[in-house]
């Protein structure tokens, strides 16, 4: 029964890689222009947090790694006094199976207020305008440093895009 699970949620988070690595060339462009952005890091499972995924770890490395490639991280005050309320959500999905194997999703995307043009007096609404993700498989004692490689990587695409729209 947890395999079956396993499997659904890989195959889930592949055709969702898949749909994300699709739609990048189109996104880089909603980054034209952003200042600055607050980073979220979701909660973190339990389970994985006992065997040592950090969310505090992981929050202070994803603003380190934007701060040092010269993109200004809000506070969540500054956050919601800039235009479009950007903000980098940093999702982690990890499921353990029987044998302490990990299959996890981890995401990366930046959201930000936007307004639906075909809807006449449309209000902006909270909408995703780039995002990333890694999935695999990994073991209990590799945890921490698989996803946060993982993550890593994504956060190194986003600087990527970002600076390819807004050169230093």
Do not use: C
């Amino acid at each position: 029964m947890i395999m079956k699970k396993l499997i659904a949620v890989l195959a889930f988070t592949l055709w969702m890689s898949g749909t994300v690595a699709a739609q990048k060339d189109s996104e880089k462009e909603s980054l034209r222009g952003l200042t600055g952005m607050f980073v979220f890091i979701e909660e973190i499972d339990l389970k994985a947090q006992k065997d040592g995924l950090v969310r505090h770890q992981i929050q202070k490395e994803a603003e380190q790694r934007i701060s040092a490639a010269g993109i200004r991280v809000l506070s969540l005050r500054e956050m919601y006094k800039t235009k479009g309320e950007p903000y980098l959500y940093v999702n982690i999905n990890a499921a353990k199976s029987g044998d302490g194997t990990y299959v996890y999703f981890a995401s990366v995307s930046l959201n930000q207020m936007a307004v639906l043009t075909r809807m006449e007096n449309s209000q902006p609404q909270k909408v995703t305008s780039w995002e990333t993700g890694a999935v695999g498989m990994v073991e209990k004692r590799y945890i921490a440093k698989e996803i946060r490689a993982a993550l890593n990587s994504r956060l190194d695409v986003f600087i990527k895009d970002y600076r390819s729209v807004n050169p230093k």
